[in-house]
């Protein structure tokens, strides 16, 4: 790269990438440094045993944004997303299943089998989050307003969000007031009896987060997700050639765009002078001098350990220090020599085991899960969120074998009895035991399994406390809150220094969207500078 | 009696507890002639005192004064309606480990007590009861106003909605930063950010809990840890205190009031039915068969009693009956009322000293607390739960034979919902409470003369709290302000033209506030001179 870098991004996870395809679209220059040495932070493709690939933590895309794989052509960057007909399977020990489709009436039919009541209501529900999430969806690309300052284009935003929100039938204006604060349980209990539909609907707004269906603001997560994609089900969109594909189209396109990727160097400080982030140190002493350094780390370790605490208020630091970023959420990825045979399902299995799998029968089962990680103890009986990518995308193993990706909840940062290291194996047993109960076959069919704990996401993927969205996205931790009220706008204290990651509204997930509305204020700064 | 009378109202009020006696004062106070209809034989609903053992006055149900409005005593002129607030100083928490906790009403006693635990938490409670109080100043408005509701077509709606952002945007950001974590954080989160001392935590947080079927790490739960700060704030101890004579002391001073001010009060008169004509209330017809008409009729008992048992629900908008079937009251707590020959001694503190005026506390540990919700979650009482103590007796000797005393016991959790049958379990659910008070305190068994223990059960059967519920329905986000007790009708009207709600149901909801009854009673004057009370 000629000349200094514009902007510093710190981190080269899939928001690190989007930001710096963003800025460089916009004519700045981006230098991305990943302290790995494979971009895609926690959306990758790696080798878990000889032969066998797999989307070693986030296995399906949140998804994107629609407009961020248009607005840098990912499709020519060779990204392929894979929908799966069944969006998610729940299953039941007694070998019983209910299959969520793409399609919804497909999914009611199903249903019929279950409850003739919940197959007339699934069709109201579908449609009512599907106007509320569209309706809500211009709230993923806003920057939170800023209460005090509200610049004249974001009243606009506001008033016309305003008069989409009375646009609404007045039945879900009121059902988007209420579902927020609800406990996820009780808001599936309000329209559904079958134990297989509401727990899968409830694990929506659990997922990632350090609580239980019977927590109350788990149904803002549903709200988040229906705005993301207006849908009952859940996402399933799956990338061929794993995460990692897509956060390599990703860094493709930042390239082609003018910016530039450096991964194996570590960041060990930002760079501030008189207040004002001037570059960064990277751990073997190199200075790399920048208009403005953006990290995609999360806000903790950005604010409490790449800034010396004396260039912050002790205030802000102490609230930092209370943000809540306590992962519960585990990983177990198989390599397997064939496909399990699951309880109850016939012939069609590949179809139906294509997209998610659900393991988590009932709400209590959920709610019994937490308890655990209350305690400081992991789940004896987890929940489980399976992939088997192979199903759709024969590329990640030899043939006829395949991979299957486990997320598992809940798995708390702090054991109270020993540690992580000593355990990991322990609860990589505890999930595969608790699959082998639908799919009896399954300990035969592993060829190599690899557990990550926790301690691992903190440690080999950067994730403070293990938490996969960067912090908890509680009712006090999201959009004007994200990560801090008053701090929800991309920047920090120090100028010249922003935060990019899932860490900022609107939060985790594969989405793209903090990293896209963060490269517009810097781009906007930047340019007010010159 | 039967059929027709020929006495008519203005307006008559459904149930005698404290928000319908206030109700009805506000009314009378304006002019109107007021009828007031008891189903039991005593005035007072859940704020009620009763000799259930020959010589033992008990607060069966409600048992301290917590947030009366200071505007309702001053209004009413309570005191001269024989209203007398006697102290209830502090909050005594025994340990297992021999130790305790024991925080007052003196600011400096409280710290030193602390600092004994820790020295950062002593430093820490000055700042958080500042911010508490600086909380409370924004939160203590809200209460006595009209819920705005925001998908509201007209501008008066809008208009509250932007003085409430107005307000909130005039915070420090301190402030607000503090004010968003109260209302949605839980107890724990919050308190995890000030201390570090286990069981102060977990008995701030028990004040969180009471009366909803959450945990103290559920979010939620932090905002309710503000009361105890409100009340500070109209000065004195007036927010907790015993009333003399016992809870149901408040409800006859308020009585009395109403009396004065012309209400007419009639018990044992239970409604069969509300009476309506072509979509409008038109009065009451009681179980006797006698018809009462009145030109409004203002209901107190909670929404499921009021629409579902009191109204066929053909007379009411669909959507409308299907909030308020889905409506939450899960009642979790229970109440156990001894009668004693004497005084418990706590092994951590021996002694009868001053410890036992305030209230008891058994929340030894976050852990303990969270562990009594989790028993409740599946259907069982806790095994070890949440107690909160009192022996008004100490402070108020007329409600005991000489020497004799009387405790009450407030008990979370107790699930309405139990596996099993409450009528076969409540002597071992009453069993257990007096196991776990004698952990701490041997000698109380050898004290009890007399028991009484209620359950959920008991409390749907004989106070007509549906489900148990003490304030009425769950005080959780999704159940407040303008949300309370159904969407588009939190402003105490309802579909039914001439009919309101004046309870605990309704916003700002439970405890022995009487701002429900105000707030409704304000409405429905200003309905009545917009003429929007027509018969």
Known sequence: MNGTPDVLIIGGGHNGLVAAGYLAKSGLKPLVLERRNVVGGAAVTEEIHPGFRCSTLAHSAGPLLPRIAADLDLAEHGLKTLRPEVRVLALSPEGKHLPLYDDPSRTSTALGRHSEKDARKYGEFHESLGRIGKMAAPLLSMTPPDLDRTEAGEVWQLLKL??????????????????????????????????????????????????????????????????????????????????????????????????????????????????????????????????????????RRTLLNLVEPTELDPDFSNRMRNYRSSGAVGKVNLALSKLPKFRGLDGNAPQLLAGRIHVGPEIDYLERAFDAAKYGEFSPNPWCDVTIPTLLDTSLAPSGAHVMSITAQYAPERLREGDWKSRRNAFGDAVVETLAAYAPDLESAIVARQVLTPQDLEETYGLTGGHIFHGEQALDQIFTMRPLLGWARYRTPIAGLYLCGAGTHPGGRVTGGPGANAAREIAADLRRKT | MSGQSNSSYDAVVIGGGHNGLVTAAYLARAGKKVLVLERRHVLGGA?????????????????????????????????????????????????????????????????????????????????????????????????SMTPADPTSRDWKGFLDLLRLGKRFRDLSPGDRYNQVQLMSMSAIDFLDQWFETDVLKATMSA????????????????????????????????????????????????????????????????????????????????????????????????PRLTFLKMMDSKELPGDFVEDIERYKFRGSSGKVNLALDGLPEFKSLPGTGAHLRGAIS??????????????????????????????????????????????????????????????????????????????????????????????????????????????????????????????????????????????????????????????????????????????
């Open chain 1, 162 to 299: 305003g008069k989409d929100f009375r646009g609404l039938p007045r039945r879900d204006a009121y059902r988007l007031l209420r579902w927020g604060p609800m406990a996820v349980a009780d808001l599936v209990a309000e329209w559904f009896e079958t134990d297989l539909l509401r727990s899968v609907i409830a694990a929506r707004g659990v997922y990632g987060m350090f609580g239980g269906p019977w927590s109350a603001g788990t149904g803002a997560n549903l709200l988040i997700q229906a705005a993301l994609e207006p849908h009952s089900a859940g996402p399933a969109a799956f990338v061929a050639g794993g995460m990692g594909a897509l956060t390599s189209a990703l860094a493709d396109a930042a390239r082609e765009f003018g910016a530039e990727i450096r991964t194996g160097v570590e960041v060990s400080r930002i760079d501030i002078r008189d207040g004002r982030a001037v570059g960064v140190v990277l751990a073997s002493g190199e200075r790399i001098p920048a208009r403005a350094v953006a990290s995609n780390a999360d806000p």
């Open chain 2, 47 to 143: 704020a009620v005192t009763e000799e259930v053992f020959p010589g033992f006055q008990f607060s069966v149900c409600s048992y301290v004064v917590s947030l009366l409005r200071p505007e309702i005593i001053r209004e009413l002129d309570l005191p001269r309606h024989g209203l007398e607030i006697l102290p209830l100083d502090g909050t005594f928490t025994p340990m297992p480990n021999g130790d305790y906790l024991w925080r007052v009403n003196d600011h400096y006693k409280t710290r030193r007590e602390i600092a004994r635990h820790s020295r950062l938490d002593a430093e820490a409670y000055d700042e958080y009861g500042k911010a508490m109080v600086e909380m409370g100043r924004f939160v203590k408005p809200i209460l």
């Open chain 2, 207 to 302: 004040s969180g809990i009471i009366g909803t079927f959450l945990g103290v790490r559920s979010p939620g739960t932090a905002y309710v840890l503000l009361h105890h700060y409100m009340g500070e704030i109209d000065g004195a101890f007036r927010s907790w205190g015993f009333a003399r004579g016992g809870t149901g002391a408040i409800s006859n001073a308020i009585a009395d009031a109403a009396r004065e001010a012309g209400v007419e009060i009639r018990t044992k008169s239970p409604i069969a039915k509300i009476l309506t004509k072509n979509g409008k209330a038109t009065g009451v017809a009681l179980a006797s068969g006698e018809e009462i008409s009145a030109r409004v009729v203002c209901s107190s008992v909670d």
């Open chain 2, 362 to 535: 058994i929340s030894p540990s976050v852990d303990y607390m969270e562990r009594a919700y989790d028993d409740a979650k599946y259907g069982h009482f806790s095994r070890r739960p949440y107690i909160d103590m009192v022996i008004p007796s100490l402070t108020d000797p007329s409600v005991a034979p000489p020497g004799k005393h009387v405790m009450s016991c407030f008990v979370q959790y107790a699930p309405y919902n139990l596996k099993g049958n409450w009528d076969e379990q409540r002597e071992a659910f009453g069993d257990t409470v007096v196991d776990t008070i004698s952990e701490h305190a041997p000698n109380l068994k050898s004290l009890i003369r007399h028991r009484q223990v209620l359950t959920p059960l008991d409390l749907e059967r004989d106070f007509g709290l549906s489900e148990g519920n003490i304030f009425q329905g769950e005080l959780t986000l999704e159940q407040l302000f303008f949300l309370r007790p159904a969407p588009g009708w939190a402003q105490y009207a309802t579909p039914v033209r001439n009919l309101y709600m004046c309870g605990s149901a309704t916003h700002p909801g439970g405890g022995i506030m009487g701002a429900p009854g105000r707030n409704a009673a304000r409405k429905l004057l200003a309905d009545w001179k917009k003429g929007k009370v027509r018969a």
